[in-house]
């Protein structure tokens, strides 16, 4: 009679253990075949004969103005793995263009792609910009619904992680997006939809000790379709003031603007600055220096050691003849002047008529 009782009490046991054991297995398929479904990783999606267009502003390229770069991920080449993927930039009125070979794992622009000297600047921006998320999810990607993405790798680097549902608007459309976000002194925001291989819109910040944070990079996607892209044509852009710059550390910012604003070749421009500091206060008691070169960077002009006592100062320069120049601004602290250690510089690009 015990034995009986035993008996069915072991078998209850094990029942009831198989079925927690299947319980368990379910659950967990389930699980990994939601994460496969609610995966992302930069390239998902992508199809040959498409485009995407976005507007970026990557500090370390053009002293962090902005420029538009076209991606056409013409076809797939099967045998090296990559994307053929003709590239075009346009910055002030002028045309780049190369082709990125892009790799099916994480879309990081290969050795083997075509790019020139003049194109290879923004081969980094793409790098450090629309593919910096690669680092974190190359195929097959990560969960957008996961805690926990990665951790950021500077020091005191932040962890980086889906963040919530947003609704981004661009000129390209209306798109349900997941944020992915990382807090280093800002939050940091990459906005990227389940369905498209690059991420939809971004802003985040250079990391800094002092004042405010600098923009790192930001980019928002402004069009994509089918089929070839027009492509763009170079043409002189004449730009008008003022125009503002900030130094490569973020000391400084600093703004030009120039009377007649249509500059003339061979007549007087009068070049005024506004120096602050990284907070937006005049910094006072600062030195300056220009110096003009041409499309061909050939100096055609120097002002030196140009006082700018309450943070503003106004040069006088004739631009020799027409054409595109640039013009190179450093800047100085009174107390660090005679020290190269301590200079700050920028570079506007004007145009003679």
Do not use: C
């Not at 099967?78 to 990125?100: I, L, R, S």
């Not at 003849?321 to 190269?340: E, F, I, L, M």
């Amino acid at each position: 009679m015990l034995s009986n009782k035993f008996n069915k009490q072991l078998i209850a046991f094990l029942l009831i253990f198989t079925l927690g054991t299947m319980i368990l297995q379910i659950n967990q398929f389930v699980g990994i075949v939601h994460g496969q479904s609610n995966a992302w990783y930069v390239g998902k999606g992508v199809k040959p004969d498409t485009y995407y267009t976005y507007q970026i502003q990557s500090a370390d390229t053009n002293q962090g103005q902005p420029f538009q770069m076209t991606i056409y991920f013409k076809n797939y080449n099967a045998t090296g793995k990559y994307w053929d993927v003709p590239t075009f930039v346009v910055y002030n009125g002028q045309v780049f263009n190369g082709t990125f070979h892009l790799s099916d794992l994480d879309m990081t622009a290969l050795g083997s792609s075509d790019v020139s000297s003049a194109m290879a600047p923004y081969r980094s921006a793409y790098a450090t910009s629309l593919d910096w998320l690669s680092a974190f999810v190359p195929k097959p990607g990560q969960s957008l619904s996961a805690a926990y993405w990665g951790k950021i790798g500077s020091i005191g680097g932040s962890q980086i992680a889906p963040a919530g549902a947003a609704k981004i608007t661009t000129p390209a459309g209306t798109f349900d997006t997941t944020t992915i976000q990382y807090h280093k002194g800002v939050d940091n925001n990459i906005y990227v939809n389940k369905d498209m291989p690059l991420p939809i819109k971004a802003q985040t910040y250079a990391d800094v000790t002092t004042g405010n944070p600098p923009i790192q990079y930001e980019y928002t996607l402004q069009a994509t379709g089918t089929g070839q892209p027009p492509i763009p044509k170079s043409q002189l852009e004449i730009p008008k003031p003022p125009l503002t710059l900030s130094t490569e550390t973020g000391k400084f910012n600093v703004k030009l603007l120039w009377d007649p604003v249509v500059i003339k070749a061979g007549q007087d421009t009068k070049l005024g600055l506004l120096i602050t500091d990284s907070s937006g206060n005049l910094a006072i008691n600062s030195v300056y220096s220009l110096q003009i070169s041409d499309k061909n960077d050939k100096v055609v002009g120097n002002i030196d050691n140009q006082n700018a006592r309450d943070g503003t100062g106004q040069s006088v320069f004739k631009f020799p003849s027409p054409g595109p120049y640039n013009v190179k601004v450093t800047v100085q602290s009174a107390s660090t002047v005679g020290s190269d250690l301590f200079t700050e510089s920028v570079v506007f690009n004007l145009v003679a008529t």
